[in-house]
């Protein structure tokens, strides 16, 4: 049997958040914010969740338009819908 051709696009994911960099990212933007120790996790994982459904939102614009292809179109379309939706759902003054 001959080898396989195709190579594999897998690429070794962290398992730790970059807990660091946030840290460093939040005292340069804001000095006087007192964070809570498990505050900047909670950050992470809302970046986590916005990109994964900012990724399933692109994937339904591109199979709306029968492209195969998620393009940067698609990723600024839901963005937009995105974006629209979240200032809708703030309810605080």
Same mark, same amino acid.
């Given at each position: 049997?001959?080898?396989?051709?195709?190579?594999?696009?897998?690429?070794?994911?962290?398992?730790?958040?970059?807990?660091?960099?946030?840290?460093?990212?939040?005292?340069?933007?804001?000095?006087?914010?007192?964070?809570?120790?498990?505050?900047?996790?909670?950050?992470?994982?809302?970046?986590?969740?916005? $990109? @994964?459904?900012? =990724?399933?939102?692109?994937?339904? &614009?591109?199979?709306?338009? #029968?492209?195969?292809?998620?393009?940067?179109?698609? $990723? @600024?379309?839901? =963005?937009?819908?995105?974006?629209? &939706?979240?200032?809708?759902? #703030?309810?605080?003054?």
């Amino acid at each position: 049997m001959a080898p396989s051709t195709t190579v594999s696009q897998r690429k070794k994911i962290k398992r730790k958040a970059p807990r660091g960099f946030l840290k460093r990212v939040f005292k340069r933007q804001k000095p006087h914010l007192r964070l809570e120790t498990s505050g900047d996790l909670l950050v992470h994982l809302n970046c986590l969740l916005f $990109v @994964q459904r900012l =990724a399933e939102e692109s994937r339904m &614009s591109a199979f709306e338009n #029968k492209c195969g292809v998620i393009k940067k179109e698609h $990723v @600024q379309a839901a =963005a937009k819908v995105d974006t629209r &939706s979240t200032n809708m759902k #703030k309810t605080w003054p």
